[in-house]
């Protein structure tokens, strides 16, 4: 009895963890046109065409795909960004 009511406990954690942390793990992609850049490209704000705004950080980190560096973004840019947890992994900017 013991032994099934730990593997319950486990399953019922590693279920939680998973819940919990799911946004964290998964990229979501966001297309759209920049409606605004702030702080010299560290942010941009993407207007899909079928939602609301969404504001992205934009490190580092990010991969840039056509466009040097993040200060060349700008508004009415169409982009597609694959974003985790608020923080782009990489942007295409289409011309």
């Known amino acids: ?3 099934l009511l730990r593997k319950l406990v ?4 590693a279920m939680l963890f998973v819940v919990v942390f799911a946004e964290f793990c998964l ?7 920049v409606a605004k850049v702030e702080k010299e490209g560290r942010f ?4 899909p065409d079928d939602g609301k ?3 992205i950080k934009i490190s580092g980190r990010t991969s840039l795909d056509g466009i040097s560096d993040r200060s060349e973004f700008k508004a009415g840019q169409t ?6 947890g608020g ?9």
Do not use: F, H, P, Q
């Open 10 to 13: 486990n399953l019922a954690t």
């Open 44 to 47: 941009i704000t993407v207007k």
């Open 87 to 95: 923080e782009a992994i990489k942007v295409k900017v289409t011309k």
């Open 53 to 55: 705004e969404i504001k």
């Open 27 to 33: 990229a979501d992609t966001v297309k759209g046109k």
């Open 79 to 84: 982009v597609s960004a694959d974003v985790e």
């Open 1 to 3: 009895m013991k032994k």
